[in-house]
């Protein structure tokens, strides 16, 4: 403002209209961007590198190149299987990388989630439901009781740490769950429970943390994995894997989420944003030019695929194929399909 005032002062006009704050305020904000502006200069500046958002038949591709046909004998296999579920989390409940990964450098904050941050509520028909936490608490449950947990876990609370919302403090996210309320979300709580009992994951470790057979020190998934995996699902599609990178799953959720009118709040709250950050309008919005949010919102805001899962249809779960989910009044619940709307259009 003090080169303003000299400009205009070396022309002969009066400048002491700008010696107020009240001025100087009002200049700012008439020169500040609306949210429509922000989002045009994000395209047209940030287009040569922005990413595009993940879609369910990249999710699916990275499953079955990660996961399906895959062992726990074999340090590939299992580096495979840790690279899924850090993918599928993130594009399931937005978290951001950072929460997904091993922290980068020895002085990056570490916000990862570690294995007992995820708790278990499981039902075996005699006791009443009750939570336990993941790592050795889990196996000790399952085995010992001889339970198949597809049946006997019913959901997990999964807890973030972040310090995006309040900058000066390190705080905890609300719980995100993971339940069986859709076939694919059924599906990759099976994932996550194999996870915990077959890779050796300890409690405070990274959850993607694997261990070899008798090895005393774990590897665990790093942001650089997840860009991996998510290119070469691109690239099996014959999408430019250029175009994706770890950031690509948060863009994938805000656009699932946004397409589903999950409400602001909601969206900001799961997503980890401070209350009225302009963050997913301004930037992650612009994704949605794409059309391939491939997932839709279920009953709490939880990512689900349209149709079908991740892999092959179970009978326990075949009563969801045909449903698709809408938002009513706010909350978004599952829609019996009308298979016959189809063939009433055709007779129109």
Not at 25 to 49: C, D, G, M, Q, Y
Not at 120 to 143: K, N, S
């Amino acid at each position: 403002m003090s080169g303003v005032a000299f400009c205009l002062g070396t022309q002969g006009y009066d400048t002491s209209f700008l010696q107020s704050s009240v001025t100087i305020k009002r200049a700012l904000r008439a020169f500040r961007r609306t949210p429509a502006e922000s989002r045009v200069h994000n395209i047209e500046v940030k287009a040569p590198n922005e990413r595009d958002p993940a879609s369910m038949d990249i999710m699916r591709e990275i499953r079955r190149t990660c996961w399906e046909n895959r062992t726990w004998a074999t340090r590939k296999d299992m580096d495979a299987r840790g690279m899924w579920i850090s993918v599928a989390l993130g594009y399931d409940t937005g978290s951001r990388v950072s929460n997904l990964a091993r922290p980068d450098g020895t002085n990056a904050e570490d916000h990862s989630l570690r294995t007992c941050d995820i708790t278990f509520e499981i039902a075996d028909h005699i006791r009443a439901p009750f939570m336990v936490r993941g790592g050795e608490a889990l196996r000790l449950e399952i085995v010992s009781g001889h339970l198949d947990y597809s049946v006997a876990v019913t959901k997990a609370s999964i807890t973030l740490m972040s310090s995006k919302v309040v900058k000066s403090l390190k705080s905890q996210m609300v719980p995100k769950i993971l339940a069986r309320r859709s076939l694919a979300e059924s599906q990759l709580l099976d994932d996550l429970i194999q996870w915990v009992l077959y890779s050796g994951t300890k409690d405070d470790d990274y959850l993607c943390t694997r261990y070899l057979g008798k090895e005393l020190k774990g590897r665990s998934t790093t942001k650089k994995d997840i860009s991996t995996a998510l290119k070469r699902g691109a690239e099996a599609l014959g999408l430019d894997p250029k175009k994706y990178s770890s950031k690509s799953l948060r863009g994938g959720f805000t656009t699932a989420a946004k397409g589903a009118a999950m409400p602001e709040e909601e969206l900001l709250m799961r997503g980890g944003w401070a209350p009225g950050s302009k963050v997913p309008d301004v930037f992650y919005n612009t994704y949605s030019r794409n059309g391939r949010g491939g997932m839709a919102i279920a009953q709490d805001g939880r990512l689900e695929e349209r149709n079908t899962g991740f892999g092959p249809r179970s009978s326990e779960s075949s009563e969801l194929i045909g449903k698709r989910l809408e938002p009513v009044d706010g909350i978004l619940l599952t829609k019996e399909l009308e298979e016959s709307s189809s063939a009433d259009e055709e007779d129109c």
